[in-house]
């Protein structure tokens, strides 16, 4: 990746306690995953002014692979180099940091995502269409008539229904800790208290165990989205109870211009999806591959 021309730029690191400042220039999940310990970020300042930011950690899976969260520049300043100059610097850190054994390299993005694909492919980065990831809106005005909200689920006997607000902090640590040992630990204690705690819902058991939530986040003005939904193996069912108070208590609270983003990573939630809520827009990712053992 080759730049003839860089701004003068001065670069800073994002850690855990400068996430929520940097937050204007970051996604939601990238703030959740700074904030978590779980990803690390780099900020691009410019005449005293931040103009660009990125988010990226290691895969799960592989941790010779960097993923991209989050890259964004400011639009004002966009089409001069910034985005290049930030995702360079960051990837040489990387690359110093692991004495070289960064393999490659990964992110995925919306296809209208200003900038992005011509970004990434002069940086190198083979570009498809990811086959499995997909993003679905709708405004909130369209609940009311939703298949999810007609169905007519109630709470199972023995069970307790929560909000996130009124979960006791016990409650809390269980659900991440139930979280974690389903390999959802993206979600921590810390970004749950930045949830939307009255919209967001934790079903309990007769043991007061947690068996299924609908965890919602603000992103951005007039958008929220579906940062968690878990359902403990084999209670299904109890999904949609926690999926209709969320529903309803979004409905109540915010107006019906209001976008309510839902993610996927695969097919059977991404048909889920579709069947719920039939009405949303679906939009599929982009991913862009940069091999570095070439």
Known sequence: MKYEELPEVQL???????????????????????????????????????RAAVCAGFSPEDDTILEIISLYVAPAYRRRGLGGTLLMELLEDVMAETDGGLRGVTASFLPETDGMEALLSRAGFMIGS??????????VAELVDS???????????????RTLKGA?????????????????????????ER????????LLNENLEPKACAILHAQGENEIYLSQFFVAEGSIATGMV???SAAKAVLDRFSGETVLEIPTLTESSAGLVKKLLPASQSTGLMRAVLDLTR
Do not use: W
């Open 195 to 202: 949830a939307l705690s009255d919209c967001s819902y934790v």
């Open 130 to 139: 990811d086959e499995q990831a997909r993003t679905f809106r709708l405004p």
């Open 147 to 161: 298949p999810l909200l007609k169905q007519k689920k109630s709470v199972p006997e023995g069970y307790l229904l």
């Open 242 to 244: 926690v999926l209709q």
């Open 12 to 50: 800073y690191g994002i850690g855990p306690d400068e996430a929520d400042h940097a937050a204007p220039l970051l996604t939601a999940e990238a703030v959740i995953a700074i904030k978590n310990q779980e990803a690390f970020g780099m900020a691009l300042v410019e005449e005293g002014e931040a």
């Open 168 to 192: 006791s902090d016990t409650t809390l640590r269980q659900l991440a800790e139930e979280l974690k040992r389903n390999h959802l630990d993206d979600l921590g204690l810390e970004q749950m």
